[in-house]
């Protein structure tokens, strides 16, 4: 999990040491759809298909308020892969844990 800031905001970092701050709720909803797409270890999903897979995984709500999801979406991803769950190559996100 990202480094809590504050209640709502988390600090998600990246294989290579850089951080981003974000709504804790952001990270939340789009962790919990990124690891529903990747359910287990071994199924990956296409990189170019991934933010449109997360959007239709994604409540009405946080569809319609979230800004940037393609942003967000690849710093909870690389956050993810920070924590060891998920490895990425040039074309695919792959669950490891």
């Known amino acids: 999990?990202?480094?809590a800031i504050t209640n709502k905001i988390v600090e998600c970092?990246?294989?290579?040491?850089?951080t981003?701050?974000?709504e804790?709720?952001?990270?939340e909803n789009?962790?919990?759809a990124l690891l529903e797409i990747l359910?287990?270890?071994g199924?990956?999903?296409?990189?170019?298909e991934l933010n449109k897979r997360v959007y239709r995984a994604l409540d009405p709500h946080t569809r319609d308020t979230i800004e940037s999801l393609s942003w967000h979406v690849a710093w909870v991803r690389l956050d993810l892969e920070t924590e060891g769950?998920?490895?990425r190559d040039a074309a695919y996100v792959e669950r490891i844990k």
């Open 24 to 27: 804790r709720w952001y990270y």
């Open 43 to 48: 199924v990956n999903a296409e990189l170019y």
């Open 85 to 87: 769950l998920l490895k």
């Open 39 to 41: 359910p287990a270890p």
């Open 1 to 3: 999990m990202p480094k």
């Open 20 to 22: 981003a701050r974000m």
């Open 30 to 32: 789009i962790r919990t």
């Open 13 to 18: 970092r990246t294989p290579s040491g850089l």
